[in-house]
């Protein structure tokens, strides 16, 4: 089985040091960055803003993989952009026009997700699939780090494998919420191949990351 990406989710990093635990991650053999965009109004939890974004870049090169938690998100696509996201992920139910959202990501010249909640059907995709470059099967309710794997989104994840190879199209396939050695195995077994991990990446400090990402990706 081929390895997933690990997209650590800065979620769970130390917020007073986020330079310091960026550049951890990436040393430590991490594949992108995911950021998580929470505004206390879609999600009822509050997190960071674009500013951040843009204090951590020049910390790595790697793929900047922005998570919007936030409604509305049209307004706030150019200065994600500008901060330095790379790709940008929204959710079909915090708007009415997702559509129109993936254009404009588009047109800002990064690449675009769509994410899905746990009680979202993989039908949300059927005239999404063919725009966007990522799919992101939440595995949790979105809010929290530290929740619980919803295993019933393996069949999620299985049935959005074969959407996406029916495409033909390049699509990453990721999971995110509740992600640790055992429910990463379950997640690629299912078609997964990036894999967000906010809390099985940074638990034990940095001196773990590295082994903490490489059982991530099912070395050792
Ligand atoms: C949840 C966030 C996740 C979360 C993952 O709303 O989108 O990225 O931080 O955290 P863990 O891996 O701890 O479940
Ligand atoms: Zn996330």
């Known amino acids: 089985m081929a390895q997933p990406l690990i997209s650590p989710s800065i979620l769970s990093a130390d917020f007073a040091r986020l330079g310091e635990e960026v550049r951890a991650i990436d040393e430590a053999g991490c594949d992108w960055v995911h950021v998580d965009v929470m505004d ?107 929740q619980s794997f919803i295993s019933s989104q393996l069949r999620k994840i299985e049935k959005i494998r074969k959407m996406i190879d029916a495409t033909g199209r390049d699509i990453h396939l990721e999971v995110d919420g509740g992600v640790n050695p055992e429910t990463a195995k379950q997640c690629v077994a299912a078609g997964a191949d990036v894999l967000v991990a906010g809390s099985a990446t940074f638990k034990g400090g940095a001196s773990q990351y590295a082994a903490n990402i490489a059982a991530l990706k099912g070395e050792g």
């Open 40 to 146: 206390g109004h879609y999600v009822p939890n509050i997190t960071i803003g674009p500013d951040v974004v843009k204090a951590i870049r020049p910390h790595t090169e790697k793929v900047f993989d922005v998570h919007l938690m936030i409604s509305p998100v049209d307004q706030y696509l150019e200065e994600f952009a500008k901060a330095g996201a790379d790709i940008i992920t929204v959710h079909p139910e915090a708007g009415a026009h997702t559509h129109r959202t993936i254009q404009a990501i588009h047109s800002l010249g990064k690449k675009a997700g769509v994410s899905l909640n746990p009680g979202t059907p993989e039908s949300a995709l059927d005239y999404l699939i063919d725009d966007v470059d990522l799919v992101l099967v939440m595995s949790v309710n979105p809010g929290f780090g530290g």
